[in-house]
């Protein structure tokens, strides 16, 4: 049925929209969640006329998913309301510098309404944070933060004809024992300024006349708990700050500082190539800060850190006057109370469809750091895809058979494009061949044989800042064009029943990721497996940040910070 409204799909949107045939061009194609077809004019009329309320869309966050969709919209068709407990939007991937001073936290914020305000659209803001999501009834429920001083928090609800749901995750503890009560995390701008003073205080303190060398230690002995490149990133800046600036400005205390690294894992960034994971481990040897593997923290007391050593069994305490905790995320309460409501249990976000709108619910998206997109399978549709492409019926395909609709398969199930891209296969035709060198034509168990390991190419999208701008960015782009299909405005997904969709699925396009590593050098892998380590990439990295600040005002405000951190050092007052 659904590869059959393929095969269809021309002549039937000729036939239904005849107002359509000459402007609407069809791109692609197919499956499962059905036909993507794509409007590129305006159709001659509309059902809706005089239908003039604008639609209400509720936001609720202002972080990258949020911002990038708020900050793409240009329609005017649209009431946008954004809710959000920070008025403003945080570059993330700058909080470890924020951390110790090599940039300031103002210089990487943006106030949320004058984001809006560029954007010329009418754009309303709540402080509030949304505690409750009804999709039945179309409401959420929010609250502000506001201290008592101010009149004590606000309650207030919302109706939406849309929503879109970007609020993000928050640090995962995994239930381990004392981190909420003893750990710091690195997630919000608020964080690394604790952090920061923290640092400080412990210098302060271990400075006193009267502290025992014992006591000294411990003080400045730093933990960081997860190798990823948050948890790297803030050791490498801290390694800087105390050797570029604090043992000067506290001579005596410098041999007492110890950092040290603990991963649960075979190795520290794991997601990166096994060059970089080798550099980074090797000059974080060099440079003495203590990286231990497959170190799983069990316990976290105020004044100790217990960890399970896998190659031993022991359990090994170290104390510390600092533990930063970055082992990853997991769901916000508010966003596992809305999944137990759509049955989607047991899953570690709102689960969407490849347009982004969560499964079960027609007028809901959720894109970022609390949403992951249901991938389709190949194999699941597998034999109906060999039927509509063996058009003639004769239960084998040949390679002409297969040209057609090779296009719309890539398209559909990227995790195709991935495998021919793998095994340096130009195209299908290619990979059918390997499966039967002999012949031209292959039958559906080769045609399976062929695919079946296709699929395993399918991941999921980390969760990261590129991702959730990305996701941001396409949305807004079909709330922009929605309105050009007036005919049908009930949203950007489907066509009232036909399983034919107008917009093309989302799809992730990588552009490569950095990993500082302190000492002027970062370790660079972009797309193609390039990799880069050292000082230019440092400079790579210094001109994508800037290039990716989301104000003019900010860029300027990251790039005097560096010059001046160059020229002047870090400030280590304590305020
Ligand atoms: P967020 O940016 O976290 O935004 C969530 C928003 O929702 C916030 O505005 C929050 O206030 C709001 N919110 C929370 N609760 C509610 C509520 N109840 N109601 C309404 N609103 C709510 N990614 C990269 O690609 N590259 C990097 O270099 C990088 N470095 C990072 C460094 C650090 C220290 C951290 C913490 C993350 C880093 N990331 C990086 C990851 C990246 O920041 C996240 O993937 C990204 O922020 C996800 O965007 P989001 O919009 O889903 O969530
Ligand atoms: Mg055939």
Redesign the pocket.
Known sequence: MRWSSFYNTTSRIFHEYPSWSKSVVICTVISGGGVVAYADAKPAQSDNVGHNRKKKVVV???????TSFVKNMKSSSYDIHV????NYF?F??L??SVTCGTVEARSVVEPIRSISRKSGLDIQFSEA???KIDPKNNKVY?RSGQDKKLGGPEEFSLDYDYLVI????RSNTFNTPGVQEHAHF??EVEDAQRIRQTVINLFERASLPSLSEEEKRKLLSFVIVGGG??GV?FAAELHDFVHEDLSILYPSLKDYVKITLLEAGDHILNMFDKRITEFAEEKFSRDGTDVRLGSMVVKVSANEISAKERSTGEVVSIPHGMVVWSTGIGP?P?ILEFMKQLGQINRRAIVTDEWLRVEGCDNIYA????ATINQRRVMEDIAVIFSKADKDNSRTLDIKEFQDVVGDIIERYPQVGIYLKKNQMKDMATLLNKSQESSLTVDIEYFKEALSKVDSQMKNLP??????SQQGIYLADCFNRMELCEKYPEGPLRFRGTGRHRFHPFRYKHFG??APLGGEQTAAQLPGDWISIGHSSQWLWYSVYTSKQVSWRTRALVVSDWTRRFIFGRDSSRI
């Open positions: 609720l966050g202002t972080g990258w998913a949020g809710v959000s407990p920070r945080a993330t991937p909080l470890p944070e949304c505690y929010c970007a609020m993000g995750a690195l997630k490149p948050t990133e916000r508010e894109l970022g750091d609390c969760a990261t800042a590129q991702v959730a990721q950095f």
